[in-house]
């Protein structure tokens, strides 16, 4: 069972260095095809819980072409001011009526400042504040936030049109540092039809090899700590992380020929012993038999 699972891998590295090109490839369509990027932070409030107009809020930037990540320099705050609050009878049963303030604020955080900010009214009716403030958010639409998520992306632009030679320099200066990971995060906030954009693309395509290679290297580092413990699973899946066109290639692929070879003499070497073991039991059979006839021979006599 270990030795066709051992095999499977083999397989399955193969098959994984025929499809790197493609993953790549992929990789830079996404890299080139970034959102404009905010980080969502929503204050808490002891009267009510914001958890769901977290997710809420999430939905809305998604949908007008905001993606929500961290890596970015902006930040979209949002905060609930509770405005009159009413008890209306209602038959048996008493509603709370609330207006709510929704305070909208992007922030540069790399500046500490802010560059947008705009309030909305929200109503809702429940038994209790809570309840309320959930059919608020209920009838939040998409609608109601395109204009301020286009104001939003515009300010995004301008920061980086007027700052991307500079976040260019930056990003060089890690690269010099061989802090790869940092310079592409850095380079992936950057959106599109930037006049810089041309400059980014081919910038992230070295970076990203830059940064296979350094990794590939420590790769190649632990599958021989594996391989020279016999533990050939565990090297594989290691140079099943390294991708064609990187300079561990031509080393990633005999390394992965030298397991099958491997693979190939310690099956024969088994095969051998399990003949040998069964030759033996066969010779220690006649054995037997030949004491038994001798023995049934004399007992004739």
């Not at 002891?46 to 961290?70: P, R």
């Not at 209790?128 to 992306?153: M, P, R, S, Y």
């Not at 064609?244 to 031509?250: A, P, Q």
Request: hydrophobic share 35%.
């Amino acid at each position: 069972m270990k030795n066709l699972s051992l095999s499977k891998n083999i397989k399955f590295v193969s098959l994984f260095t025929f499809l790197s090109v493609f993953c790549i490839s992929f990789f830079y369509k996404n890299l080139s095809a970034q959102n404009f990027i905010v980080k969502v932070l929503t204050e808490n409030n002891d009267k009510i819980s914001v958890k769901n107009w977290s997710k809420k809020l999430k939905s809305i930037i998604e949908s007008n072409d905001l993606k929500e990540d961290w890596q970015t320099a902006f930040v979209l705050k949002s905060n609930f001011v509770e405005g009159d609050v009413q008890v209306i009878e209602s038959g048996m049963q008493k509603l709370t009526a609330c207006r709510f303030t929704l305070e909208l604020e992007l922030r540069n955080w790399f500046l500490n400042t802010t560059i947008l900010k705009e309030n909305f009214t929200l109503t809702g009716t429940g038994s209790n504040h809570q309840e309320a403030f959930g059919q608020a958010i209920n009838k939040v639409n998409n609608k109601q936030f395109a204009e301020f998520c286009t104001k939003t992306k515009a300010k995004i632009a301008d920061y980086y049109q007027k700052e991307c030679k500079n976040i260019l320099e930056k990003v060089q200066k890690e690269e010099q540092k061989e802090n790869y990971e940092k310079a592409l995060i850095m380079l992936a906030a950057i959106p599109d039809d930037i006049s810089c954009s041309k400059e980014v693309g081919q910038m992230q395509e070295e970076l990203f090899f830059a940064h296979q290679s350094k990794e590939c290297a420590k790769l190649l580092l632990k599958a021989k700590i594996a391989m020279a413990a016999q533990k050939y699973e565990e090297a594989l899946e290691k140079l099943g992380e390294i991708h064609n066109e990187s300079d561990c290639e031509k080393n990633r692929d005999e390394m992965i020929n030298e397991i099958a070879k491997k693979y190939e003499e310690k099956s024969q070497i088994e095969k051998a012993k399990n003949e040998k073991s069964i030759k033996s039991q066969e010779t220690q059979k006649q054995i037997i038999d030949l004491i038994f006839q001798q023995q049934l021979s004399i007992i004739q006599r």
